[in-house]
């Protein structure tokens, strides 16, 4: 049986999408588990373009990406996103469609660091899961309480691991 770990991860942080770009390179041999969480949970927390503080602070990370890894394609967007929306979508398709959801997931990092895509947008969702082949209908299910609970326990997860 192998390993299984589990990661805790957000799709406005430049630092996580240059993971996940960065473990899809790896051979097996252990299993990752994806558990999204969005640190700043609150709609006003959310970045801007108007927010010079936090997008040059945004700016600074991405910069740091840059130097990590600089074969990485990723850009400064225009507003960090609420995920929320993107981090249920990834949990409805992971009942769906284990495979299907990572290649979301993935698309999901490189629509917001590559295209500087709103992922808050849930137009925006649809036509990632279409891309990947999944229905878009599912999106229909974000705001079940199965799926609003799940992402609610991998927060306090996270909260409690310490991990940061």
């Not at 960090?80 to 290649?103: C, G």
């Amino acid at each position: 049986m192998l390993p299984e770990f589990i990661l805790y991860s957000d799709f406005a942080c430049p630092f996580c999408y240059a993971l996940e770009e960065h473990l899809g390179t790896l051979p097996g041999g252990a299993r990752i588990v994806w558990r999204g969480v969005q640190p700043d949970a609150e709609p006003d927390a959310m970045m801007d373009v108007e927010d010079l503080p936090r997008a040059t602070d945004l700016a600074h990370e991405v910069a740091l990406v840059q130097r990590s890894w600089p074969d990485l394609p990723i850009v400064v967007p225009k507003r960090k996103p609420d995920t929320r929306d993107a981090i249920r979508a990834t949990a409805v398709f992971s009942l769906i469609d284990d495979f299907r959801a990572q290649a979301f997931r993935q698309t999901c990092y490189r629509a917001c660091w590559c295209d500087g895509l709103d992922l808050s947008d849930r137009l925006v969702l649809r036509t990632l899961a279409e891309r990947v082949g999944l229905a878009r209908t599912a999106l229909e299910l974000l705001d079940h309480p199965h799926i609003t609970e799940t992402v609610a326990l991998w927060k306090r997860q996270w909260e409690e691991s310490g991990v940061r």
